[in-house]
């Protein structure tokens, strides 16, 4: 562990420098065309239905294959990062989702489509659990929050790009150019990865010190070259490399799980990773519960299709404030009460949401539900569930909670549907109450502060 101490604190005393900004950047990019390629199925699949080329049983099966994929792809992500090396992982993922998407643009029916997304799925549900695990194992720990939620509003950026490309693109050239976007884009970021290093965190856990030591002397010569002054604002305590290098040693000191898939559930762990399931599956629930149901609710309750499509247009305009909040504050307040805090907020506002009576007071509400479930997002899935885990089991924790998360998202909407036909609107935001609710007590009681903790520090399970 006093390797692993020592290539920690070093990582940690730099100063944020192009070398940083280009790793997010790769990352970034792609996850980025993981997240356009799960949102280009609204159009493909409305296309294909007009043209004839598929039905809605067929449509079904697309999307339940997508999310199949992605459980599995999750879960694979967490056991090839963990043995075979983060940079090895978001490589394969990147090609396999990148080929599958050139293949379903070249798909001669349905049936060839549906298996082409199977893969697609493996490949994007790994991206997610790879890509925030490997950004956070850079990224000095006085900054990693902030880091994790501009990864986060990248990534949902997404949603518009596909959503516009696909009504200048579909009409006019047809469904296969989407997937021959996503694919290239893809491919295209493959090349530019082939750059980023090996996580030296990883490294160490292998045994291999040298090569750790080596990563870590090519980002330090790179930053002292290309320095870039730390400009975190006086309002944010930074701890000094002194105070990190203090909290490491102590750190050092504490012995290492064992690298087992089973210590996660091991006593040192177990409240870790139940916080983490718990966390995974809250948000997907409460984000597919709300976010994907709200043009079908506001139908139901009266308003024209294109009303509705208007006044969820404007509601989701709260995601990248949602997004900007959570960069603000997870430095500020933390990861662990910030969850807590605004799974209350959550609360309250659903609570709010059934009795807003007028479009402005609707839009408003659901303005600011949007934006609480994007800070939420930023908060957990991007930057606490990670660093939940040590070094050694970090991808197969993240992979284990999202697939969970992913398994219980495939139930959600049968689960939304009931809700929403025996009570309407309030029932289903009571669903997302009692999910926001038993994610705040998890959290509040089980849960670590990772606030500007290295994540060696963070091992001692304290």
């Known amino acids: 562990m006093s390797d692993a101490a020592g290539i920690g604190r ?151 790009l596909s959503t516009f490309l696909g009504w200048l693109i579909i009409p006019g050239y047809g469904w296969r150019w989407m997937f021959v976007i996503a694919g290239i884009g893809a491919l295209f970021v493959w090349v530019l990865r082939k750059s980023m290093p090996e996580s ?75 916080t983490g399931i718990t966390v995974a599956v809250s948000l997907l629930v409460v984000n597919y519960a709300f976010v994907s149901w709200i043009p079908s609710f506001l139908v139901r309750q009266g308003h024209t299709i294109s009303n509705s499509l208007g006044i969820t247009a404007l509601m989701f305009a709260g995601g990248p404030l949602g997004s900007l909040i959570a960069f603000a504050l997870s430095e500020r307040l933390g990861r662990k009460w910030g969850i807590v805090l605004f799974s209350g907020i959550g609360i309250v506002l659903g609570a709010a949401y059934p009795f807003a009576g007028s479009p402005v007071t609707l839009v408003a509400t659901g303005f600011a539900i949007t934006a609480c479930i994007y800070v939420l997002s930023s908060l957990s899935i991007a930057t606490y569930v990670p660093e939940l885990f040590p070094t050694a089991l970090r991808m197969r924790g993240a992979g284990l909670c999202n697939a969970i998360g992913r398994a219980v998202s495939m139930a959600v909407p049968y689960v939304v549907v009931w809700a929403f036909e025996a009570f309407g609107v309030v029932g289903v935001v009571t669903l997302i109450g009692g999910t926001l609710l038993a994610q705040a007590v998890i959290v509040a009681l089980f849960g670590p502060e990772t606030r500007q903790r290295s994540l060696e520090e963070l091992e001692t399970y304290a």
């Open 200 to 274: 030296p965190r990883w490294l160490v856990t292998q045994g291999r010190g040298e090569d750790a030591d080596r990563v870590v002397r090519s980002i330090e010569a790179e930053t002292s070259a290309s320095r870039t002054p730390d400009k975190t604002p006086e309002t944010i305590p930074s701890p000094d490399a002194a105070s990190l290098a203090a909290r490491a040693a102590t750190a050092a000191e504490t012995p290492a799980p064992p690298e087992r898939l089973t210590a996660l559930f091991a006593p040192a762990l177990l409240a870790r990773t139940v």
């Open 10 to 160: 070093r990582l940690d005393s730099l100063a944020i420098s192009r070398f940083h900004i280009r790793l997010i950047g790769l990352i970034a990019a792609g996850m980025f065309f993981d997240s356009f390629d799960i949102y280009l199925a609204s159009g493909v699949l409305g296309a294909m239905v007009r043209s004839g080329q598929s039905t809605l049983s067929l449509n079904a099966t697309f999307i339940s294959v997508t999310f199949g994929g992605m459980m599995v792809g999750a879960w694979m992500a967490g056991v090839l990062g963990d043995r075979y090396g983060r940079r090895f992982c978001y490589q394969f993922n990147l090609a396999l989702y990148g080929i599958a998407s050139l293949a379903g643009a070249l798909a001669p029916s349905m049936g060839w489509l549906i298996l082409c997304r199977l893969v697609m799925g493996l490949g994007m549900g790994a991206e997610i659990v790879v890509g925030y695990g490997t950004l956070g194992e850079f990224i000095p720990a006085r900054h990693r929050g902030q880091f994790g939620t501009i990864l986060n509003l990248i990534i949902n950026s997404a949603l518009f």
